[in-house]
């Protein structure tokens, strides 16, 4: 009889532990840094991934807002946006967006990137000849 008890109790146990890793998470209890912690993480598992990230429109500066490197930008739905990228040394470009087809983009320390419009952003492949 104790084993039949004992076992209906672990089966209980490990039920109530299953149901509770499956919990949705309660966002509106969670503060802005939390908040932020997780969108960092569920951002980093996009990018590990291969996805492309969704940022909006705004200034983002290389070094602070995105690490320096070579991206590609792609505008999200189906229009036509401009870029504007202000290198920290040098001469400032401004080019378009399509929704067809990626641009690519060089970020260093200090540049700054200007988009009009939100955008799917993702670091470019490396060519290798």
């Known amino acids: 009889m104790k084993k039949i008890f004992c076992a209906c109790l ?9 149901i509770s890793a499956f919990a949705e998470v309660d966002l509106s209890s969670m503060s802005v840094d939390e908040l ?7 951002e980093n598992e996009i990018v590990k991934k291969g996805g492309d990230l969704q940022i909006g429109s705004g200034t983002y500066i290389g070094g602070e807002d995105i690490a320096p490197g070579t991206y590609e930008l792609k505008v999200i739905g ?16 401004a080019d378009y967006i399509t929704d067809e087809a990626y641009t690519r983009i060089t ?5 700054k990137l200007e988009l009009i419009d939100p955008c799917f952003l993702r670091k470019a492949a490396k060519i290798g000849f």
């Open 10 to 18: 672990i089966s209980i146990l490990l039920f109530s532990l299953s």
């Open 36 to 42: 932020n912690e997780l969108r960092m993480q569920i």
């Open 78 to 93: 189906d229009t036509l946006t401009t870029y504007m990228l202000y290198p920290a040394e040098g001469n400032f470009v």
């Open 107 to 111: 970020i260093n320390n200090g540049d």
